[in-house]
């Protein structure tokens, strides 16, 4: 009896801890850091909803220093040159920098709290749209904010990154007036599919485009990989007739266009197919009218006039890439040393870039980096430019790898070259486990242009909407 009763209290004692644990953890308050101080939240606190931690709109956006309006369902905050724009219980959201307004849609919407009428919007999009990198700590309980835009803009403080700027936009003497250009090609994916070509083009101000193109493709590997791998004389007589026409005599592609308007028109002479031709459908005098605006949209969430607004910040603002680059390695998964950690790492990173870390010998310029990835991976970024003799950039070498166990997983080299001389090369090798995934080659020359593109079809072509060809061939298959 004395023994049943001692098992009753032993099981009441570890149900009763059980039932006061899970009573403590359904009770337990979200904490909330911003670069290494914790938030404190007067009137709303920080919520987990379906295993996602929410904050308090105001109070959130308030502390990083952004201001902040609710207007209905509308909900902003502007921080600098930088709109976040949210509506309650959608998960479509903007960002507008300058003239620039990107869509973006988020994967949970910000809602309203009937107990406390406070707008609630998940964390990590919310740090993440003013470039915060977002880390969790379980055993503290704590979302971690590090505000990687201001730590970049720290680290860079009285350093100059004059080398870095030579390679993002070496000279730009192509990007102003007429230019021809003749150059050869190759390309070939994991041995699967090849492809080698010449282009001659015309470009003006770098986006009017006049361009011819000779293609030859070799599709056999892939053919292959895909279980098509009976001999040639037991395959459909007319599909190896256009495989081979393809890789001996290949196709001729031409495009005309004015980028900066959104227009582009591409025309294909498919005549070494054969019958293919015919049924594709392209005559030998129709152009396929390319809608970018539409295709951007479909794509990537954003117009034509967006994207091109990104190409030209990235161009020319190493700022944005060394902040990329800072809050991709970034991990603030610790509550009591995550700010400082990452602080250190952003300032490595940084500093890495700068002038002072380029090593000069002769006219070479080399530096690198080696990416912040724990014991069990290693990864490095490494850097050459070299200059010639007037002191302008000739060629720039970038390498990437990631190793773990002593043994290489990616590996990622691209050199470029183009020297006051007009001539351009270029080689990207891409491998993955030792094995070749993407090699690529460009070799040749621009030379002073007298005639300027021609950005529309010729006079009394066919002009066809691609989204017209899409519909036949759906309607066909």
Known sequence: MKKLARWALGAALCLSLLVCGALAAEDRVVAVQLDGQALTFTDAAPQVVDQRTFLPFRAVFEAMGAQVDNQGDVVTAVRGDRTLTMTIGSTQATVTEGSLTVPITMDVAPYVDPATWRTYVPVRFAAQAFDCAVGWDQDAYT????????LVDEAMAGRSFTRLQQIMDPDGRYSTGIWDLDADFTLDLASLYAMSGDIQ???QDESKLEMDMGLKMDMSG?????????????????????LDALATQGVGVSA?????????YLNMDLSALGDAAAQAGLAPNTWLELDLDNL?????????????ALEVNWDTDYASLLSALAGAVLRPDDAAGGYAAAKATVNECVAAF??????????????SYVLPLGDRASGVI??????????APERYLLRGTLSTG?????????????GRDGKIKADVAVSVDGQSLLDVTLDGAYTPGSTAPQTEPPAGATVVPYTQLLAGADSAA
């Open 406 to 418: 002593g043994k290489s997983i990616s590996d990622l080299g691209m050199s470029v070259s183009g």
């Open 256 to 264: 005309r266009g004015d980028l900066a308007q959104g227009k582009l």
């Open 222 to 242: 892939l053919l292959e990989a895909m279980g098509d791998d009976d001999p040639p004389e037991q395959q459909d007589q007319a599909t190896q007739d256009i």
């Open 143 to 150: 979302a971690v904010l590090v505000d990687t835009e201001k």
């Open 296 to 308: 951007m949209e479909q794509i990537y969430g954003m117009s034509w006039e967006q994207a091109m």
């Open 382 to 391: 490494a850097v050459r430019l070299d200059m010639g003799a007037d002191g």
């Open 354 to 367: 700068s002038d002072e870390s380029f090593t000069q010998e002769g006219n070479t310029y080399t530096t």
């Open 201 to 203: 083009a015309t470009v």
